[in-house]
């Protein structure tokens, strides 16, 4: 997780301020990560993320091409304050990773 500057609930100087602003405008709003699936015959995967509420919405993007097979056979299933369960079907590849995005 990529961590970006944010702005103190006191307020902040105008340099500070605009450099949080263009970054979110450019959309670097700190709100994504990686997740690669477990390999057995588990039939769920533990997302922790501390930004992860339980009225998080999860947003997946396969980055390889075993994941993106498999993307359709996925879904949150359980959501909670920093950490959200993964149900999917029984997994035998290693390298079914994706990018999420976390919103909420």
Not at 80 to 88: C, F, L, N, Q
Not at 91 to 100: H, V, W
């Amino acid at each position: 997780m990529t961590t970006y500057r944010i702005l103190p609930y006191t307020g902040a100087d105008p340099r500070s301020i605009s450099e949080v602003v263009n970054n979110a405008m450019a959309g670097k709003i700190n709100n994504t990560g990686n997740i690669t699936l477990t390999a057995s015959s588990a039939t769920a995967t533990s997302l922790t993320d501390a930004r992860l509420t339980p009225a998080s919405v999860v947003l997946f993007m396969a980055t390889t091409a075993n994941a993106s097979g498999f993307k359709d056979d996925m879904y949150v299933s359980a959501r909670t304050v920093g950490s959200a369960t993964i149900s999917h079907s029984t997994n035998i590849q290693s390298d079914r990773t994706f990018a999420y995005a976390i919103f909420g």
